[in-house]
T-cell receptor, first 114, second 118 residues
Framework: GQQLNQSPQSMFIQEGEDVSMNCTSS?????WLWYKQDPGEGPVLLIA?????ELTSNGRLTAQFGITRKDSFLNISASIPSDVGIYFC??????????????FGKGTLLTVNP | NAGVMQNPRHLVRRRGQEARLRCSPM?????VYWYRQLPEEGLKFMVY????????ESGMPKERFSAEFPKEGPSILRIQQVVRGDSAAYFC????????????????FGPGTRLTVL
């Protein structure tokens, strides 16, 4: 099956620092999604990317859809304590029909030290 | 303006018992998806349902697991004769009807049900 390799597995940073995490796949994705999951809650969509090369921002978050369609990255600028959580990349792999079947990475655990 | 609702939030069962997990989609959504999350793992797709129809159950184990989304009422994920390996967080998501072929339709996730099998 499809696999997404997410790195790093965890990050421990100081408040105010910038953060970068990425996701790679062995196969093509036609959509890249970045979710955040708080403890005991479900994932919440942060950014959706639909075209190769697309760069999209949502406040302090910026994400890019890699040109090869096999990778994506997420940057968080000027981190704050409420950024703490697990960040997942996800997407429906290119399959021509099942664009509802999301594959998730294993997540990046972000800890922000005030 | 309720989002996706799941209950119970926590469920404890002994081996061999049945677990029933319920999901009420967001208002106006007619598509429901179930995912399973093992500890320190990402979510894995199990099944996709529309009202009274199972569209894709390719991610659901063939035995002991079943799902339904009746015309009235919530979607139900049912696990019969639970085993310890079924312990996980089960998330439900819902979306609008797909309007654009080839375009992802945002799935909104519920808070999950954490199943513990003793």
């Amino acid at each position: 099956g499809q696999q997404l390799n997410q790195s790093p597995q965890s990050m421990f940073i100081q408040e105010g620092e910038d953060v970068s995490m990425n996701c790679t796949s062995s196969s093509i994705f036609n959509t890249w999604l970045w979710y955040k999951q708080d403890p005991g809650e479900g994932p919440v969509l942060l950014i959706a990317l639909y075209k190769a090369g697309e760069l999209t921002s949502n406040g302090r978050l910026t994400a890019q859809f890699g040109i090869t369609r096999k990778d994506s990255f997420l940057n968080i600028s000027a981190s704050i304590p409420s950024d703490v959580g697990i960040y997942f990349c996800a997407g429906p792999p290119y399959s021509g029909g099942s664009n509802y079947k999301l594959t998730f990475g294993k997540g990046t655990l972000l800890t922000v030290n005030p | 303006n309720a989002g996706v609702m799941q209950n119970p939030r926590h469920l404890v069962r002994r081996r061999g018992q049945e677990a029933r997990l319920r999901c009420s989609p967001m208002k106006g959504h007619s598509h429901v998806y179930w995912y399973r999350q093992l500890p320190e793992e990402g979510l894995k797709f199990m099944v996709y349902l529309q009202k009274e129809n199972i569209i894709d159950e390719s991610g659901m184990p063939k035995e002991r697991f079943s799902a339904e989304f009746p015309k009235e009422g919530p979607s139900i994920l049912r696990i019969q004769q639970v085993v310890r390996g079924d312990s996980a967080a089960y998330f439900c998501a819902s979306s609008h009807k797909y309007r654009r072929a080839g375009r992802y339709n945002e799935q909104f996730f519920g808070p999950g049900t954490r199943l513990t099998v003793l």
